[in-house]
């Protein structure tokens, strides 16, 4: 199956037709001069070098997802956390959103954490938006499969804006969703 990569964002979609529509409405760029834009097309996937992006927050901690990314990692992939700096929206003076500091905390614990499994991990902080920081991600970096780490349904704001379906529609990549219990924490 060919995968068309959007020359902007890196997204992946499986016909040129989906492309140019994101293209168009996701850009707002106009579609007729799509063509001068270079896009790579074929396969891209290389089962040597697998990566997985686990793209995670509140729930990062929790054992379930760490076994969860240990055990599908177990082949040898490599495993990319991305950490979306959700802002608190108050300011505690020091001009940075206390939200990228606490992500910058969760990603280094589960990098560690992961690579304590002896698992290969790495990570970024990325936007606030984790639609965005995924695409940031997928722009940067061939990834086979995106696992999103949320909430409980009840008050995941990721699930409400259906972000796997969007993923799913747009990255033409499996997109795992797990949602771990509030009691599935180690203490700490």
Excluded: K
Excluded at 155 to 173: E, F, I, K, N, Y
């Amino acid at each position: 199956m060919d995968i068309h990569q959007c020359p902007r964002c890196e997204l992946r979609f499986a016909n040129t037709s989906e492309l140019r529509h994101h293209f168009e409405f996701d850009h707002a760029a106009d579609p007729r001069v799509f063509e001068r834009f270079r896009y790579r097309a074929g396969p891209t996937e290389d089962a040597a070098l697998r990566t997985i992006l686990l793209v995670g927050n509140q729930t990062l901690d929790r054992d379930a997802v760490l076994d969860e990314v240990t055990s599908r990692a177990a082949d040898g992939a490599r495993v990319l956390v991305v950490v979306p700096a959700t802002q608190h929206g108050h300011d505690e003076g020091g001009g940075e959103d206390p939200g990228a500091g606490l992500a910058r905390h969760r990603l280094a614990a589960t990098i560690e954490r992961l690579r304590a499994a002896g698992v290969d991990a790495a990570g970024e902080v990325g936007d606030a938006d984790p639609y965005a920081a995924v695409c940031h991600a997928l722009g940067a970096h061939d990834v086979d499969e995106i696992l999103l780490s949320t909430l409980p349904p009840s008050s995941s704001r990721w699930l409400s804006v259906d972000l796997p379906g969007r993923l799913r529609r747009h990255t033409a990549r499996p997109v795992t969703v797990l949602t771990p219990a509030p009691a599935d924490r180690e203490a700490s």
